[in-house]
């Protein structure tokens, strides 16, 4: 089945800089790769998904990339502010023919903006 | 917010004995899951759902069993609780295999 890695597993950064979060996948197959944040207490959302026919997708200060020859997309916030601080979480799924879909989620990484 | 509850929020309960887990939904999506959170795992699929008594296992599905008679519920059933099963259980939803799956709240589990 899928694998999903995700690094760093925490990231401290001053506000108003740059967060990477990088994922590689295992599956080649893998054709829709969502970002999701998670606020202590609640479940994740989504913030930004990405699917196999496109290299990278924006929204505001947030963009994901997409290698499909390396297998590996990365999740990138600009100009971090103190709300950013959560856990991330990258994921990986395939769409099948039977219509069965299920994501596999990386481990995750919490994310510190410092004031 | 996307319509779902999970109940309960909060459970301890002794091992050995049966729990079942409820997720409600509103939104009419055809595809329901259950995920275990776990610190170092991130969220692992135990098993998932694509229509009204259709459902299959994921990663982690030894111990769990599942039922979804009606589109908006799908339940999470432990048999025989364990230690190992003390975990925080999310139900989540998608309209299409291509869209994006929306989560519940969780349900914090201890097994004791």
């Given at each position: 089945g899928e694998n999903v890695e995700q690094h760093p597993s925490t990231l401290s950064v001053q506000e108003g800089d740059s967060a990477v979060i990088k994922c590689t996948y295992s599956d080649s197959a893998s054709n829709y790769f969502p970002w999701y944040k998670q606020e202590l207490g609640k479940g994740p959302q989504l913030i930004i998904d990405i699917r196999s026919n496109v290299g990278e997708k924006k929204d505001q200060r947030i963009a994901v990339t997409l290698n499909k020859t390396a297998k590996h997309f990365s999740l990138h916030i600009t100009e971090t502010q103190p709300e950013d601080s959560a856990v991330y979480f990258c994921a990986a799924s395939k769409g099948m023919d039977t219509g069965r879909r299920a994501l596999t989620f990386g481990s995750g990484t919490r994310l510190q903006v410092q004031p | 917010d996307a319509g779902i509850t999970q109940s309960p929020r909060h459970k301890v309960t002794e091992t050995g004995t049966p729990v079942t887990l409820r997720c409600h939904q509103t939104e009419n999506h055809r595809y329901?899951?259950?995920?275990?959170?776990?610190?170092?795992?991130?969220?692992?699929?135990i098993h998932y759902s694509y229509g009204?008594?259709?459902?299959?296992?994921?990663?982690?599905?030894?111990?769990?069993?599942?039922?979804?008679?009606?589109?908006?519920?799908?339940?999470?059933?432990?048999?025989?609780?364990?230690?190992?099963?003390?975990?925080?259980?999310?139900?989540?939803?998608s309209e299409s295999r291509n869209t994006e799956a929306f989560f519940g709240q969780g349900t914090r589990l201890t097994v004791v």
């Open positions: - | 329901m899951y259950w995920y275990r959170q776990d610190p170092g795992h991130g969220l692992r699929l009204v008594k259709d459902t299959d296992k994921g990663e982690v599905s030894d111990g769990y069993s599942v039922s979804r008679s009606k589109t908006e519920d799908f339940l999470l059933t432990l048999e025989s609780a364990t230690s190992s099963q003390t975990s925080v259980y999310f139900c989540a939803i």
